[in-house]
């Protein structure tokens, strides 16, 4: 929203220097501007931030539509259609402190510094604070004396949504059989009679379902070898075994091929956006059989699988060729069970540069693409946002391959 408001301020500017060091004054704004800016705004946050400028800027547009997606959303299973699945919605955002911020804890190297958490918000729930990396529910942050919950007042920090998350409700011993799940469009002002749901299940295979469809729709009747999907671009990309990326034209069910054959000898593909690239992460379990079970077509996603090592590779468009990545520079990618993504790791505490952080048997772990070590990482039990427990990142078992 802020780049678009940048947009907006520079065509209200003129050529002067001096009227281009002049504040706008956002309430000014001619009237058929507001609500063509406010369908631009694709998260809760940047809603609740446009409609706090001013009364005129809250009447423009609504928190959300009537008939915008609200989760718990109920779907049928991919498998077992006569079952009742609930699936869940969480949110990652980064937490920075600001001015205003009463972080007085903190020591100084790290007051600039934030922190991830993702909640996941049910109707007519309490909101739960969930492991970025792990997704293990978390307890609310206590007083220094421990004796009550910290009222977090979110006007003090900036608040920043990376992306969301979906996970299918444990409700039947049959829910584990469904691996990932993403809905695109999902913002405040989209109706859900709009919104397309993308799964993986039963050991790789590809399903899509709109809104009203009674069961899910099998896209690749030929290719049951998926292992990861994500919102690209406003499209479902899927990466299969091999390392071929493809996207879905929602409206004829077919696989579009993006890039060529990757061949990757890991046992399972990660499709990571950062900068606006499109990354694949391949991972490498500790035993041979665990390969071979791979190929074999069964137990492929065994999240319990010691994890000896990543290879990443990067697509690049205008060549068409996988390129082998051996840096991250300052970015980390975060492989958590229900998403993927990448964050800058000099803005949060406790994150370092050029690593994976990733889940396996040893619980949370980091993979250091400088000297290829595998550490297993223990982060803070709770979100503490008084300073005490944010220097607690230990690293407790170290192994280099």
């Known amino acids: 929203m802020i780049s678009l408001f940048n947009k907006v301020n520079t065509s209200l500017s003129s050529d002067s220097s001096s009227s281009m060091n002049e504040k706008v004054d956002w309430s000014e704004l001619p009237r058929e501007l507001w609500h063509k800016i406010g369908k631009y705004l694709d998260n809760h946050i940047d809603v609740l931030r446009f409609r706090s400028v001013c009364e005129s800027f809250r009447s423009s547009i609504p928190p959300s539509l009537p008939n915008s997606p609200s989760f718990p959303l109920q779907i049928p299973h991919p498998i077992y259609i006569s079952l009742n699945n609930y699936l869940n919605q969480s949110t990652i955002y980064l ?101 397309v749901s993308c799964c993986i299940f039963q050991e790789g295979k590809l399903g899509l379902m709109k809104h009203g469809d009674k069961k899910w729709k099998l896209v690749d009747d030929k290719n049951f070898y998926y292992d990861d999907v994500i919102v690209f671009k406003g499209q479902f990309y899927v990466t299969d075994k091999w390392g071929t990326i493809s996207w879905i034209d929602v409206c004829s069910l077919k696989l579009i091929q993006f890039s060529p054959h990757l061949c990757g000898f890991g046992n399972k593909k990660h499709l990571v956006e950062s900068c606006g690239s499109l990354y694949v992460v391949d991972r490498y379990y500790e035993s041979s059989e665990d390969m071979r079970r791979n190929y074999a077509g069964r137990h492929r996603h065994n999240r319990d699988a010691v994890v000896v090592c990543f290879k990443v590779y990067k697509f690049d468009e205008e060549c068409g060729k996988w390129v082998d990545v051996k840096n991250l520079r300052d970015r980390a990618f975060i492989l958590s069970n229900s998403c993927n993504f990448s964050v800058l790791a000099k803005e949060l505490i406790g994150y370092q540069w050029n690593c994976i952080y990733f889940r396996d048997a040893f619980d949370v772990r980091m993979y250091n693409l400088d000297d290829h070590s595998v550490t297993t990482v223990d982060f803070n039990p709770c979100i503490d946002i008084t300073g005490r427990g944010h220097n607690r990142y230990i690293n407790s078992v170290s192994k280099v391959y």
Request: charged share 15%; hydrophobic share 35%; net charge positive.
């Open 95 to 195: 937490i920075q402190p600001t001015d205003a911020s009463s972080n007085s804890n903190l020591e100084p190297s790290h007051s600039s510094k934030g922190w991830l958490i993702k909640v996941q918000a049910s109707k007519n729930q309490p909101l739960s604070l969930l492991s970025p990396i792990s997704d293990r529910k978390l307890s609310y942050p206590l007083s220094s004396n421990n004796s009550s919950v910290i009222l977090w007042n979110l006007m003090d920090y900036r608040v920043i949504e990376l992306c969301k998350s979906y996970t299918i409700g444990k409700t039947t011993r049959f829910s584990s059989s469904v691996i990932k799940v993403v809905i695109y469009p999902n913002f405040p002002l989209t109706s859900v009679e709009d919104c």
